[in-house]
């Protein structure tokens, strides 16, 4: 961890600045000129680190990347202008025609659309099962699967399954394991260390440092063996434990536009030298919380990994330590006490996202999954009766007063 502290602010510029800037300078311009046709032919090729064209590559962007890959120790690292392309481009990456994803019912909302109303009718199987039963897991692949997929603790759900064990299932079988961490840190777990190949996350959430950007990252650890896959097989032979890369950055992010802005790229640069004071500050306050709320009148249970008494917590702590996320919920007597709750509040904002300054409570039920059907939202386990609270950097105690009057 202290290593951490001192990588994430001492990377390198690529090249010096001009004015001996201590902070990369925000490159916001389209396309870079080149002193030669030849110069042009090998960036525009990917055979040199030149820069043609910001929807491919940008010194602001890459810098970021840079620093992530330094604190991550990942083979490369690709940054996307959200979080849900950073999902659509890994799976995009992996998938094709015949293929299966194995994933869980237990997803963020706009994820399961993605693969239920967008990739699905293309041709692309997905096999839900329960991913902390790894029998069932085994069961669902075959030699069309390319992909386990999963939220390392899920949204809303807080389930944590254990991902050293689906990854050795995925290297038995010649399938990567692609995991979306969006709710730790990659600066408080190592995904790698985990048996994670594919490292997904939202950088909108803790890296943005306060709600301030849209982003999101795609981190390849270099450790699958890509000839395993039969859409990136070929790719392999060539560029071996960069057959992902190669794929994802020459065709799939750069085609669909997705890559992120130098802009966003400067303000989750620096939200990256002050995310792990903030994550320390943030999960010590909803770990503070949790336990003070499972004493209070008028909550019916509360649902956060690092409670002695959470179904998964052992996993949790084994994988991510004493703290787990800077996110809890909490159930109701029903969906009107929760109406009535949020009405109530006076200090917490009303308002989705997760793991902005300020504290943030939501309905899952009406509003992330307000377009699912019941039965859906049941086999998803998202309860009418639940309150997602992103917690903050406020004090713990104005925190709890807040919910203590909106319960009254």
Known sequence: MAEKKTTVLHVPFDRPDAYHALNMPVYHSVAFEFDSAEEMELAFTGRSAGHAYSRITNPTVQYFEKRVQALTRALSVTAMNTGMSAISCALITVAQAGSNIVTSNHLFGNTMSLLKEVLSPFGIEIRTCDLTDLEAVRRHIDADTCAIFLEVITNPQLEVADLKELAAIGKEAGVPLI???TVVPFTHFSAKSLGVNIEVLSSTKYLAGGGTSLGGLVI???TFNWKQSKKLGGLAQQYKAFAFTKKLRGDVYANLGCYMTPHVAYMQTLGLETLNLRYKAQAENTLALAVRLQQTAGIVSVNYPALPDHPFHEVAQRQFGDLTGAVLTFSLESREACFAFLNKLKLIR???N??????LAIHPASTIFGNFKPEQLEEMNVDNRVIRLSVGLEEVE??????FQALE
């Not at 997760?354 to 504290?359: A, D, V």
């Not at 104005?398 to 919910?403: F, L, M, R």
């Open 354 to 359: 997760l793991f902005e300054n300020k504290t």
């Open 350 to 352: 009303r308002a989705t």
């Open 179 to 181: 995991a979306d961490s």
């Open 398 to 403: 104005d925190i709890y007063q807040d919910i």
């Open 220 to 222: 390849d650890y270099g």
